[in-house]
């Protein structure tokens, strides 16, 4: 079997070295891919990008391509797995009408609102003064999101009326997020721990995969702005084996429910992003793709074939799929371009990566390039160190003993990757 990854970060180098470890996998290509998806043995580069729907279709074609996988939210919300059905095509996602539940929060918001799947108090305007006379009737903090794609980076916690009014006034210029801000929901503050909750997803039928959760603020101690993400665990201790249940029957399985209710049945990945409260989970977003830098912790983590799951979801027989997980914890850290998610540096050597790691220990590429030799700095968040460990502790110390031997101009990461969950168990 031949398969084609789209995209280039550090889920998709993730994603090819997972696909490539399947025995019934003779090449996985990567569009555009990365310089890790390059150097990576049983994967190759293909210089497509990722939005070039046309130039997808016909990789697949020319290359006979039995299953294509799609990394990122936007190829998914421009309708490439619709483009690729028409073509004749496998292709592992939802279609653009299913992506909407990341494509808009708007839609989300009034999804779960229909189908009484819990989310927080919420509102969508077009205009300041709609969203300030909401805000004047709530208790701050209140969350701003811009309603389009923004590359996990489009929302503010604004703790006063003036920082809700001037996020208002950028996203809704246009100044913040470009056309994803043009509508903004506004939504109650939510208190208690996150956590990232995935499912593979065939109409009703679900699957859950190991939990995770995700380190979103730049800096230690969850301050800073918002990013893509600067690291991950696998498991999220927070979803204890009573509440994972809780979460398939009160969100997953009723939003799978719902999508084909309501006339768009989805297939795929579906992320719910979720606030864990006294009162139980919460959901914040949703994602219709596997989370970064979520996959690399869990994908360390999988045991079974992914590429023969994939294959049996498709064919629609998602319940025949059970999943093996690796007991042991993972964790995976960020290592980020000085300045990100602002203004940041490209074309920086990195060092270090030739080292002998041990097996525990995995760096997948995501901000990256190869030229004459080298590996470049291309990207805002750069690599994800990742590591296995009987305990997080372990896996923790693991990781932060290796990570400082690779180095790049500026490079930036958080040394706290984990604190809530070695928190939780009291170290």
């Not at 990256?368 to 080298?374: H, K, Q, S």
Request: aromatic share 6%.
């Amino acid at each position: 079997m031949k398969i084609l990854v789209i995209g280039s970060g550090g889920r998709e180098h993730a994603l090819a070295w997972k696909l490539a470890q399947s025995e019934q996998v003779e090449a996985v290509l990567v569009a555009p891919g990365n310089a890790g998806t390059q150097l990576d043995e049983g994967t190759q580069n293909v210089d497509v990008a990722a939005d070039d729907l046309d130039g997808l279709v016909s990789l697949a074609r020319e290359r006979e391509i039995d299953l294509t996988v799609v990394g990122p939210e936007a190829p998914l919300a421009a309708g490439v797995v619709d483009r690729f059905m028409q073509a004749g095509l496998k292709c592992f996602g939802p279609s653009a009408d299913a992506a909407r539940l990341e494509s808009s929060k708007a839609f989300a918001k009034d999804f779960l609102s229909r189908h009484e799947i819990p989310t927080a108090a919420w509102i969508v305007v077009d205009n300041v003064d709609d969203g300030l006379e909401f805000a004047r009737g709530r208790s701050l903090p209140l969350v701003l999101k811009a309603d389009g794609l923004a590359a996990g980076k489009g929302v503010v916690v604004a703790e006063d009326e003036r920082t809700v009014k001037k996020t208002l006034e950028d996203m809704l210029s246009g100044n913040a997020f470009g056309e994803a801000g043009h509508r903004v929901v506004i939504e109650q503050f939510l208190v208690g721990e996150e956590a990232s909750f995935i499912a593979l997803v065939d109409g009703e039928t679900v699957l859950p995969l190991a939990t995770s959760q995700d380190h979103k603020q730049r800096d230690e101690g969850d301050k800073g702005p918002n990013t893509g993400g600067m690291g991950a665990i696998s498991p999220a201790p927070v979803v204890s084996d009573d509440l994972q249940d809780r979460i398939i029957d009160d969100i997953i399985r009723p939003t799978a429910c719902g999508m084909v209710s309501d006339g768009h049945p989805f297939t795929g990945f579906l992320y719910a992003g979720l606030m864990i409260t006294r009162t139980g989970a919460r959901v914040l977003e949703f994602n219709v793709r596997l989370g970064d830098p979520e996959t690399q912790p869990i994908l360390v983590r999988l045991k079974s074939d992914l590429a023969e799951a994939l294959m049996k979801t498709l064919h629609g027989k998602l319940d025949e799929v059970e999943l093996e997980w690796d007991p042991r914890p993972a964790i995976g850290v960020v290592m980020a371009a000085g300045g990100y998610p602002d203004t940041y540096r490209k074309g920086d050597r990195i060092t270090g990566l030739n080292l002998e790691w041990p097996d525990e220990i995995k760096v997948f590429h995501a901000g990256t390039r190869l030229e004459n030799g080298n590996v470049l700095t291309d990207g805002g968040r750069v690599l994800c160190v990742t590591s296995l460990g009987d305990t997080l502790a372990q896996a923790k110390g693991e990781v932060y003993r290796w990570l400082p031997q690779i180095g790049f101009r500026d490079d930036y990461y958080r040394t706290d990757i984990g604190h809530h969950a070695l928190a939780r168990a009291g170290n």
